[in-house]
């Protein structure tokens, strides 16, 4: 019977080790499925995202395994199919090894990830509790890709939104998205970041900040795990992974007061990200317009090269109180599988939208 080792620590993909290893793949399915297995292995612990990949894929834990294949004839050693007593015993051996397959497919470089290789060969992966592991990541990020699409209200704003994020990160230029509150800007954004984990990073700032502050926060959302130079371990992850930069409440670049207004930030992307090749997306509200006005009459700095860079500038309306859009045409409930593994569960088989109150509510 086969056992994985005991493992005390849960194993860590580091946001700087994937991008050294991705730095040297060539082929985007596999870049985006990496940096999608660090991004959700950053929030949720790699623990409970090997967890989440066996609860979506019961069916390829143990059981493949009774009906053997015989290799002898294929490039492949061959080997004894395992003998487990149950699934059971299957699904306690993956908990304690999967996650440090998953570390190891993420960070170190020796270990090579072939999208196009043969998916009935279990033993390329090394794993004989696991039937195609490969096959079932890149299946499992489509499945969370359109979980999180299918919970998105389809609104004009958020149509907008969404549009001018694909082109920014298509044509890797830089796209300023203003819209007064409650306009729907918070949930596109996040909705949209969800689902392109494997090329983007949202930053969702908090109020003003310096430019300390700034880069500290920027490392900690990117799973730069530095305590000093936050700057210059903030510029070596973007440079080397490519990852698109999603700025959330963009207007708190400029600061707040006379004292803390600078443009040393916008500066910092327009130069140190946009001339690199950094797409850079910024959603904020009317404020950001006025406060890089007065930043302009009091400091003297042009804003015309800002300006030129900023390849689309989108507008969005107000949104109308007391009217509830329809949800997305394309809508399907996720399977039950799939809000096993996300939601543990406990999630909802659709988001639910209360109703609209119309006058008094009559009384029975």
């Keep these: 019977m086969y056992h994985a080792p005991a ?29 999608f297995l660090q ?28 009906e053997w294949i ?24 993956a908990e304690q090894d999967l996650p440090s397959r998953l ?3 993420c960070t170190n470089p020796d270990v090579e990830v072939d999208p196009d290789c043969e998916r009935d060969c279990p033993w390329w992966t090394g794993l004989p509790y696991f039937r195609d592991l490969i096959g079932a990541l890149f299946e499992f990020q489509k499945q969370h890709v359109e979980a999180a699409l299918s919970a998105v209200i389809q609104t004009t704003a958020c149509r907008q939104s969404l549009d001018a994020l694909n082109y920014g990160l298509q044509a890797r230029s830089m ?59 903030v510029e070596e992850y973007l440079w080397a992974s490519r990852l698109m930069v999603v700025i959330d409440e963009a207007q ?51 804003s015309e090269q800002l300006a030129r860079r900023i390849r689309r500038h989108v507008c969005l309306p107000a949104a109308r109180p007391g009217l509830w859009p329809a949800p997305h045409p394309a ?15 406990h999630g909802p088989a659709h988001p639910r939208l209360p109703r609209p109150s119309h006058g008094r509510q009559r009384r029975n």
């Design 252 to 302: 708190h670049l400029w600061g707040r007061g006379q004292r803390e207004r600078n443009m040393v930030l916008v500066g910092w992307l327009d130069t140190a990200l946009f001339n690199r090749g950094i797409p850079v997306a910024m959603f904020a509200t009317a404020e950001f317009t006025q406060r890089k006005a007065e930043v302009e009459s009091e400091t003297g700095w042009s």
């Design 39 to 66: 991004s959700l292995a950053d929030a949720w612990g790699t623990p409970r995202l090997a967890r989440a990949i066996l609860d979506a894929f019961p069916k390829r834990l143990g059981e493949p395994f009774a």
């Design 70 to 93: 015989d290799y002898a004839e294929r490039p492949f050693p061959k080997a004894e199919p395992p003998d487990y007593e149950s699934n059971l015993d299957a699904r306690r051996v």
């Design 103 to 105: 570390a190891a497919l």
């Design 175 to 233: 796209v300023l998205i203003e819209g007064p509150a409650g306009a729907g800007k918070s949930q596109a954004v996040r909705a949209w970041a969800d689902t392109h984990r494997g090329a983007a990073r949202l930053v969702e700032l908090t109020g003003a900040c310096t430019v300390f502050d700034f880069f500290r926060h920027l490392a900690r959302e990117l799973g730069v795990g530095a305590q000093r130079h936050w700057k210059q371990r």
């Design 7 to 35: 493992r005390n620590i849960a194993p860590i993909m580091g946001a700087e080790a994937t991008a050294r290893k991705v730095a040297q793949i060539a082929d985007p399915r596999v870049r985006h499925l990496l940096f």
């Design 331 to 345: 809508f399907r409930p996720p399977s039950a599988h799939l809000r096993l593994a996300l939601w543990g569960g």
